[in-house]
C-alpha cells in the first residue's frame, strides 16, 4: 500500500492525516534501499520523516516495527507524537512499548539504553532515531537490531543530525558501497518551512563548529575548537582603571594552587575587550583571597568564581568584601559540569567569533591547543591537551559569561 502525496492512509472508514512531505523527504522515501541513514540539520524533519515510513510499514503493511531512541526521555516524546498521530486507529497500547494499530500492525518502543531488551524479537522495518547520540551504536545494531529484522528481511532506516566520527559516521560511511544501503544528507536549509532567516540568525550567533555540525549537519573531527583566535588576541598591556571609570566592569576567576594556575580575568562590557589580568600559583588561599580582592576592588569589578571544590569555601570567605556574580543555578559563582561546562565553553567561542570580544595576545596559545571530544552518545568533552593548561581559557570564560549572562545577586 502506497502512501499518496497528502500523506492521508485510510484503514477501513478510519482516516488518518499525517505531516505533507517537503521535496527532500520526498527525495529519500522515493530513493531507499533496505537500509538507509538519514543525515540532517536540526529542524529539517527527521522525526517527520520517521513517524510517516514507521506508520507506512505498521498501519500500510499491518507489520511489526520497531521504533529505538537512545533514552528513555526521548523515546516518551516519539511515543507521544505517534500516538496523537495515530489516536484513530490505535487499538492498544502501553505506555513506551507498544502501540497496536488496526490490521494487526504495531510499533514497539525500545531505549537502547538498555539494548539487550529487543533481543528475540522480530521486525518488518526498525526506526533508529537521534543514532548519533547512542552510546555503542555499531554494537547495538549489529548484535540485537540486525537480527530482528532477519526473519522477515526487514529494514531499517537510522536518523540523526551528526556529532563526530562516531558510530554513526561509520555506519554513513559504509553506506556508500553497499548496494543494500542508501545515504541522504540535506542540511537544515532544506527544509523549506524553516524561515531561512532563523537559520541565517544562527549563523551569526552560534560557534562556527556548532554551527556547522547542527545545522549543515557535516561530520567534524576532534581537535581544536576556538576560532579566530588571532584576531581576537591583541591585547599586549593591561589597561588602567581610569581609562575605564563608570564602565560596566567584570571578572572571570578560575581557582588552583600547585599544579594548575589560578586566574582572574577582568573585562569591560562597554569596550567588549579584557582590560586586566592575573596568573599565579603556588600560594596559599589566603594569600590569592587577597590577591584577587586587591585587584577587584582596584577596578570596582564584580566577579564570576568557578565554584567546583575549592572555590565553595574560597567564595563563603571573600563574598562580603567583593561582589560574586551567579551562574545559571542562580548560587554564587558558576559549578562546571557536563552540562553547565560545554555551555560556558560555546558561550566565550561564541563572543570571539560573532561579538568580537578582544582577549590578552599571552591567552593565545592556550586558547588555539584547547581541544574537544566527541564522546559516545555525542556529549562534547572540553579541555586541554595532556600536560597542558586550561586556566586562561576557563577564566576568560567565565569573564564573558559575566559579561553577557550571570547575574547579580542580592544577600
Known sequence: MQMTAATALKSGSIRI???????????????????????????????????????FYALGRRSPVAWFAPSYRMLSDNFRMLSN???????GKRVNERMEVAGGGFIDFWSLEQPDRARGRKYRFAIINEAAMVADLIDAWNMVIRPTLADLQGGAEFYS??????????????AEDNPEWSRFHYSSYDNP??????????????????????????????????????????????????????????????????????????ACRDCNKVVDWDRFNQ??????????????????AAVLPERNSI????????????????????LPGFMTT???KPALIQALASGLEHD?????????????????????????????PRGQHDDRVISLALAWWAMSRAQWLIW
Not at 588571532?230 to 572571570?252: F, S, T
Not at 590578552?360 to 559516545?376: F, G, K, N, R, T
Request: glycine share 6%; with cysteine; proline share 5%.
Open 161 to 174: 543530525t551528526p556529532k563526530g566520527l562516531n558510530g554513526f559516521y561509520t555506519l554513513y560511511s559504509q
Open 283 to 300: 600560594i596559599d588561599f589566603t594569600y590569592q583571597r587577597e590577591r584577587v580582592i586587591d585587584k577587584l576592588s582596584r577596578w570596582g
Open 193 to 266: 518551512h524553516m524561515p531561512r532567516v532563523e537559520l541565517d540568525a544562527m549563523q551569526t550567533s552560534l560557534p562556527e563548529r556548532v554551527f556547522r555540525q547542527e545545522i549543515m549537519a557535516e561530520f567534524l573531527e576532534d581537535g581544536a575548537y576556538f576560532q579566530r583566535v588571532h584576531e581576537a588576541a591583541i591585547i599586549e598591556q593591561p589597561d588602567e582603571p581610569e581609562q575605564h571609570a563608570g564602565h560596566y566592569l567584570v571578572a572571570g576567576l578560575d581557582w588552583a594552587q600547585s599544579d594548575d594556575y589560578t586566574v582572574l580575568t577582568i
Open 85 to 91: 498521530s495515530l489516536a484513530p486507529v490505535v487499538m
Open 311 to 330: 572555590g565553595q569555601p574560597n567564595i563563603e570567605l571573600m563574598r562580603d568584601r567583593v561582589t560574586v556574580l551567579g551562574g545559571p543555578d542562580n
Open 356 to 384: 568580537r570580544f578582544l582577549i590578552p595576545a599571552e591567552y593565545a596559545d592556550e586558547m588555539l591547543s584547547y581541544q574537544v571530544e566527541v564522546m559516545a552518545g555525542g556529549h562534547q568533552k572540553f579541555e586541554a
Open 17 to 55: 492525516q499525517l505531516p505533507r512531505m517537503h521535496a527532500a523527504q520526498n527525495v529519500i522515501k522515493a530513493k531507499a534501499q533496505r537500509f538507509n541513514v538519514i543525515c540532517a540539520g536540526r529542524r529539517f524533519g527527521k522525526d517527520v520523516l520517521a513517524q510517516d515510513r514507521a506508520v
Open 338 to 340: 557536563a552540562t553547565s
